[in-house]
């Protein structure tokens, strides 16, 4: 039976050691007094956990659980898994509280770094020997991606980089990224746009929204363009092309702003020796392209399953947000009554048609 996340139940939380050789639970620990547990998509290592403990507790891997009771059933829903180190400890006159920073799985790529001039060479299939050098150098199970792609070129390690850098370098050749789940397995995400993703999850404003009321939304105009310029040289002459944004409907064109903003693309990608129709047509799409908006948007909500990288719609309607596709790209979950999660999403808007 699944768990109703709009509807009434208990909730607490438990705390448990891993194996690492095992990845499986060991021991209950029960001296810890909260939790936040953070996942975010812009950082190298996908998250990390603040933890304060009423004693120190020597570096181990650590299970967060939340123990959710609804109708008599009890669901033990994982949160995450993270490598605790780092503690710090403080004394109020009274008590002790230990504050432990805690990391995901993927820290101990970042640990190591790879040979000097370490070299993949050209040819190579992206994806498997990602997934090989991923399992020789971290504990965490590694669940494999099948992809077929193969370098074009030879991939050489910097002599700045990590295991987790080169890696992520790696396999962005083949439009992958990092990603885990909340048992701490080493997961790899393909890139998706939002238009091609179905939601998860929709929150609404009716009565049994879980989502609280106040929402965020951050977006800026600056240095979108309303005038593309494309240039097309050639040993023997160039072209060149230039499309304007003019609509008065449009809120960056030329008119509604009283200046023009240009974008200049000296190096088209374009094969083959183009006519004056093509070129127009390249810019055309060009300027289309940058016309969008990319919104942010914050908000919170009580725990429902949603995972960064997930498609979510937002149907807020007070807050002017009808049928709104987003993508979350972060989420701060606290282990507290109501679990509520702080969450990061982003979508595009045109501006441009």
Not at 34 to 43: A, K, Y
Request: proline share 5%; charged share 25%.
């Amino acid at each position: 039976m699944a768990i109703d996340w709009t509807a009434s139940m208990q909730q607490t939380f438990e705390f448990y050691t891993v194996d690492p050789n095992t990845w499986k639970d060991v021991d209950a620990v029960t001296n810890i007094s909260s939790c936040t547990v953070d996942r975010d998509s812009s950082q190298e290592t996908r998250g990390s956990a603040t933890i304060d403990a009423e004693e120190s507790m020597d570096e181990c891997y650590l299970r967060v659980y939340l123990i959710a009771i609804q109708n008599d059933y009890t669901y033990r829903v994982p949160l995450g898994t993270y490598l605790i180190q780092t503690p710090g400890i403080s004394f109020d006159g009274k008590s002790q509280t230990v504050s432990i920073d805690a990391y995901t799985p993927l820290m101990e790529l970042k640990e190591n770094l790879p040979p000097i001039g370490y070299t993949i060479f050209k040819g190579e299939a992206i994806m498997s020997l990602a997934v090989s050098l991923t399992r020789e150098h971290l504990r965490a199970p590694v669940v494999p991606a099948t992809d077929t792609e193969v370098l074009s070129d030879d991939f050489v390690a910097n002599t700045s980089d990590t295991w987790l850098s080169f890696l992520s370098d790696l396999i962005e050749n083949a439009d992958y990224s990092y990603d885990l789940d909340e048992l701490g397995r080493i997961l790899f995400a393909p890139d998706q746009d939002i238009a091609s993703m179905q939601p998860v999850w929709t929150y609404t404003d009716d009565n049994s929204s879980i989502l609280y009321p106040d929402v965020e939304d951050e977006r800026d105009l600056y240095g979108i363009p309303n005038v593309v310029e494309v240039v097309y040289s050639t040993d023997t002459g160039y072209l060149y092309s230039k499309i304007v944004n003019d609509d008065p409907s449009s809120p960056i064109s030329t008119v509604t702003r009283g200046r023009e903003i240009v974008y200049r693309d000296s190096n088209p990608s374009i094969s083959g020796e183009p006519t004056q129709g093509v070129l127009d047509d390249y810019a055309t799409n060009l300027l289309k392209e940058l016309s969008c908006l990319e919104h942010t948007l914050t908000y919170k909500h009580g725990y429902c399953g949603v995972r960064v990288g997930d498609c979510v719609e937002l149907n807020y309607e007070r807050a002017g947000l009808s049928h709104v596709k987003a993508k979350v790209t972060a989420q701060s979950i606290s282990c507290e009554t109501g679990c509520p999660v702080e969450e990061t999403a982003v979508y595009t808007t045109k501006l441009w048609r």
